[in-house]
């Protein structure tokens, strides 16, 4: 069983930043991606950036001004939000994928609301 802990959501003005935080813990043995969604109010769920590897890929909404990574060491993903915008406003969820000693697994964050508002 894998669980996610997300942070770093809240109020933020237009073209402030946040950063949020995704830490995955217990029984882990291989992490294949890493990877950061959002939900707005009457919308789909959307991907915004993954991490898988070696490679990085972003929505093309936020390419610029979203960075991803990952502290492979503590299991945890950062998302940095820069230069925010009303329409960033979501539930941001991440959802980590790999295997469990030859079972693969895919688990998913509670989500943390970022609001972006003057």
């Known amino acids: 069983q894998v669980q996610l802990v997300e942070s770093g959501g809240g109020l933020v003005q237009p073209g402030g930043s946040l950063r949020l935080s995704c830490a995955a813990s217990?029984?882990?043995?291989?992490?294949?991606?890493m990877e950061w969604y959002r939900q707005a109010p009457g919308k789909q769920r959307e991907l915004v950036a993954v991490i898988s590897g070696g490679s990085i890929n972003y929505a093309s909404s936020v390419k610029g001004r979203f960075t991803i990574s990952r502290d492979y060491a503590k299991n945890t993903v950062f998302l940095q939000m820069n230069s925010l915008k009303p329409e960033d406003t979501a539930v941001y969820y991440c959802?980590?994928?790999?295997?469990?000693?030859?079972?693969?697994?895919?688990?998913w964050g509670q989500g943390t609301q970022v609001t972006v508002s003057s």
């Open positions: 959802k980590v994928a790999g295997t469990n000693y030859g079972t693969g697994y895919e688990s």
């Open positions: 217990g029984r882990i043995s291989s992490i294949n991606s």
